[in-house]
C-alpha cells in the first residue's frame, strides 16, 4: 500500500451580500418608520395649508383697507361688493381653500376661506376660517 498524504478539505467559501432575513428586518423597520411619520406628514400639511389660507385673509383684508382709503367705504358706490384682486397668494390656493368676502357695506366687511377637496376632508379641527 502506498501512503499518500491526506487531501487537504476544502472549506465552504462563505458569500457576501444580503440574507433573506436581514432584508426582510430591513423592510420592516423601514415600514414602521413610514406608518408613524405619515400621518404626521400629513397633518404637518393641513396646518401649513391653514396658515397660508390665513396670510391669504390678511392680504385680502389689506387690499379691502387701502380700497377703503381710496373710496371711504368699502363697498362699491351701488352697494355690490368689490371683487378680490387674482393674486399669487389666491391662486397658490388654488382647489384648497376659496378666499371671498360673504358681506360687504359701506362701513364693514366680512372675508371668509372655506376650505376644499381634501384640505376640507382633512381639517376637522377648523373649518372656514372668517375675518
Known sequence: MRNTP???QRLPRRQGGVTLIELMIA??????????????YTSYLVKSRR??????????????ERFYTTNLRYDQSGGTAVSLPTT???QD???RYVISIS????NSFVLRATPQGAQ???DTQCGTLSL
Not at 358681506?103 to 359701506?106: D, E, F, P, R
Request: hydrophobic fraction near 50%; glycine fraction near 6%; charged fraction near 0%.
Open 6 to 8: 491526506p487531501s487537504p
Open 27 to 40: 423592510v420592516v423597520i423601514v415600514g414602521i418608520l413610514t406608518m408613524v411619520a405619515y400621518p404626521n
Open 51 to 64: 396658515g397660508q389660507a390665513t396670510a391669504c385673509l390678511q392680504e385680502a383684508s389689506q387690499f379691502m
Open 88 to 90: 399669487s397668494c389666491i
Open 93 to 95: 390656493m388654488n382647489g
Open 103 to 106: 358681506s360687504v357695506n359701506a
Open 120 to 122: 376640507a376632508s382633512a
